[in-house]
Nanobody
Framework: QVQLVESGGGLVQAGGSLRLSCAPS??????MGWFRQAPGKEREFVAA????????DYGDSVKGRFTISRDNAKNTVYLQMNSLKPEDTAVYYC????????????????WGQGTQVTVSS
């Protein structure tokens, strides 16, 4: 069975950085990405990336601060989060699918369990 194993979440001060990792087990995925959801808020698109990283997209709220990347030899996708703000506090979910459009839209078939990111001010 496919699992998306996430790591790297935690507590960080505003202005700091964290790097999230997501390592699928069982198969590879053409497209992967990250979403987040804060309490009382709708799920929000964060970033997506294609197999060779030829396509990337970022949500407006994180563009310029977050960078998505992947290491296919390790079958791992990363989310480097810099200049973190308290409003970045959320549960971050890894997402994966065989098409870029479904990951971008959040209609993909595979999701991680979520990892908590808390940014203090």
């Amino acid at each position: 069975q496919v699992q998306l194993v996430e790591s790297g979440g935690g507590l960080v001060q505003a202005g700091g950085s964290l790097r999230l990792s997501c390592a699928p087990s069982g198969r590879t995925f053409y497209a992967m990405g990250w979403f987040r959801q804060a309490p009382g808020k709708e799920r929000e698109f964060v970033a997506a990336i294609s197999w060779s990283a030829g396509m990337t997209d970022y949500g407006d709220s994180v563009k310029g601060r977050f960078t998505i990347s992947r290491d296919n030899a390790k079958n791992t996708v990363y989310l480097q989060m810099n200049s973190l703000k308290p409003e970045d506090t959320a549960v971050y979910y890894c997402a994966a699918d065989s098409t870029y459009s479904t990951v971008f839209a959040g209609t993909c078939d595979y999701w991680g369990q979520g990892t908590q990111v808390t940014v203090s001010s």
